[in-house]
């Protein structure tokens, strides 16, 4: 039977040496029955300042707790790592990336809910995991579900994402039944997870809000600096590569 793992990490910080101090986690069966995970876990890697200012661990509240690879989703998650399963997280490979730091090689089918939300909500101004949650009024029915499971919300708490992403995820799941109508909607997220998306407009910047191919058009040498001098997210570099290539 297909299980989908939705889960977040919360880390020491975003640099190559960093390691998982949280883990948020819902297995869902294919009949709807949930098991939820909510751990800390200890590193030998001290937890960065601006990592603290988004997630508020400090490591007084890792004292006594066991490392990544004792915990019990990290037991179970090796039992679930096969082919008919889905591994899904809001920006999946930040966070299957800090599972492979643990020594984690996946064989789930992937889907990224950052990655389809760009797909299939092109419009929407941004695509973070908490806009999503007010834009698209799932806060509304978070507490309903947060009781549910007995888990509490909390922004940039890794179960509490997971509980917003899993809320987010039903809205992408009926966006695909809209938007495709007779496919599998689990399988067409999957496949737009391995689909770059060609992105408008810029997010941020000097030319914010404006369309790429104006800008590609009346500032090309703009474009080829944030190539060159930026770190660009996967889908903007895609999208400038291909737009440069038609000016």
């Not at 030998?44 to 490392?67: F, Q, R, S, W």
Request: charge should be negative; hydrophobic fraction near 35%; include cysteine.
């Amino acid at each position: 039977m297909t299980k989908y793992v939705l889960f977040d990490t919360e880390t020491t910080g975003n640099q190559k040496e960093d390691r998982i101090i949280q883990i948020g986690a819902m297995v869902v069966g294919s009949r709807g029955e949930v098991e939820v995970y909510d751990e800390l876990c200890s590193s030998d890697v001290d937890i960065k300042i601006e990592a603290m200012e988004v997630h508020n661990i400090t490591p007084d509240l890792l004292i006594g707790k066991n490392p990544f690879v004792a915990t019990k989703f990290w037991n179970d998650l090796k039992q679930l790592n096969s082919e008919n399963n889905y591994l899904i997280a809001h920006n999946i490979q930040f966070d299957l990336g800090m599972l492979e730091k643990e020594g984690f090689s996946n064989r789930m089918k992937l889907i990224d809910t950052l990655r389809c939300s760009k797909h299939l909500y092109p419009d929407s101004e941004y695509h973070r995991l908490q806009y999503f949650r007010y834009s698209l009024g799932l806060y509304k029915d978070e507490e309903r579900e947060a009781c549910k499971h007995n888990i509490v919300i909390k922004a940039h708490d890794a179960i509490g994402d997971v509980l917003v992403m899993k809320l987010l995820l039903s809205k992408l799941v009926a966006q695909v039944k809209e938007q495709y109508r007779g496919v599998n909607p689990m399988v067409k997220l999957e496949e737009l997870t391995r689909t770059p998306v060609m992105m408008k407009s810029f997010k941020f910047g000097k030319y914010k809000g404006e369309e790429i191919t104006d800008i590609a058009r009346s500032d090309a040498g703009y474009i080829r600096w944030m190539l060159k001098s930026l770190e660009l997210d996967e889908d903007l570099k895609y999208t400038l590569e291909r737009i440069l290539e038609n000016v």
